[in-house]
């Protein structure tokens, strides 16, 4: 990727960066973070994003401090009068401490609305183009509070070449590309084990779920290559997913599932040679550890989410509900979730091979 200059906005000397989104937003997110650190040091960039996963933020070199408040977005239940009553009142710490400037990635109105309110006259808002699926799936609106919006050219397509949008208005030299650390503030570096292969089975929403039969029936075919498997799910799910897998899981030791803690994750991750997974936080984090993705994708647009570099397994493009953007019209029966339902195995298996003769074949440094 190229290295952008970009004269504005020089005078910014602190900067607040609003996240609110689910955990890989957050990991995009850091692309930010990553070129502020690099390329203007001297900013002293702060971030209020939601408990779950402030530790992304907290563990950057990047970041001076990170707030927690909790944040009304459809994937979160249970926002209720202490959630919001927290949330007023951190926007009302950060307006007494005066930044220079305050910004969101997705310009939605909620967002829109937070920057507002911590620095009316500095508040800087991505605008996707019309028509753009994020903007489809955002909820526009209160358009004259972002006093410095940052427009995405129209060719757009990636989540993460608006993180470079924004990232060059704050005069930024470096590309926006994420890069996770660990609670030592050190990079977790790739530290890949030959034949290693990630699955991540886990996703937040049942539509983008590959389903769990096809799962089994790929991490046979892969020790049957002769691989070793480590198989990542959310500890909620444990219990579903060593069922799933337990005819490789009891008999061999070339399978691992494991379901800790998001930074075990991390660290564990960092050791796969390979790493699948669907449009969720998986995918997103272990691109962002240089690690080769495959991502399975189904009722939404892959260029939009998918991370720079990442092998795509398509599923049925051509049904007239795609793209659906995760909010599915199809009825239950044979055609429920069909977009991904019916990927084959050999499809994400072939995949997977070609990726590992790809990175065999890559030269020495």
Request: hydrophobic letters at 40%.
């Amino acid at each position: 990727m190229t290295s952008f200059a970009e004269p504005r906005h020089q005078d910014i000397r602190s900067l607040l960066f609003l996240h609110w989104r689910n955990l890989g937003d957050a990991v995009i997110g850091l692309g930010l973070v990553e070129a502020m650190h690099r390329s203007r040091p001297e900013v002293a960039l702060d971030v209020l994003t939601r408990p779950q996963f402030a530790f992304l933020f907290e563990n950057h070199p990047g970041v001076r401090k990170t707030y927690t408040a909790q944040f009304p977005i459809g994937t979160m239940g249970g926002f209720r009068a202490r959630s919001a009553v927290r949330l007023a009142w951190e926007l009302a710490c950060a307006r007494a401490r005066d930044y220079d400037a305050v910004a969101n990635l997705f310009g939605d109105v909620r967002e829109n609305l937070g920057g507002w309110l911590v620095c009316p006259d500095r508040n800087f808002s991505i605008v996707w183009p019309e028509r753009h699926p994020i903007r489809i799936q955002s909820r526009t609106g209160l358009d004259s509070l972002r006093s410095h919006p940052v427009c995405v050219p129209a060719e757009t397509e990636s989540v993460y070449e608006g993180m470079q949008s924004l990232a060059r208005a704050f005069g930024t030299t470096m590309p926006a590309l994420p890069r996770l650390y660990g609670s030592n503030r050190q990079p977790i570096s790739h530290a890949p084990v030959p034949g290693r292969i990630g699955l991540h089975v886990s996703a937040g929403q049942e539509c983008k779920r590959w389903p769990m039969e096809r799962w089994a029936r790929l991490a046979s075919a892969l020790l049957d290559e002769g691989r070793h498997l480590r198989i990542y799910c959310a500890p909620s799910e444990e219990a579903s997913v060593y069922a799933g897998f337990a005819h490789i899981l009891i008999p061999a030791n070339s399978a691992t599932l494991i379901a800790g803690t998001l930074e075990q994750f991390l660290m564990d991750a960092a050791t796969c040679s390979a790493f699948v997974g669907h449009d969720s936080f998986g995918i997103h984090a272990a691109a962002a550890l240089a690690v080769p993705t495959i991502l399975i994708n189904g009722p939404n647009v892959a260029a939009v989410w998918a991370p720079p570099g990442t092998a795509i397994v398509h599923g049925d493009e051509g049904l007239p509900c795609f793209p659906c953007y995760n909010k599915p019209t199809c009825a239950p029966g044979p055609a429920h979730f069909a977009c991904i339902r019916y990927i084959p195995v050999e499809d994400v298996l072939s995949r997977i091979l070609h990726v590992q003769r790809k990175v065999t074949m890559r030269p020495m440094a």
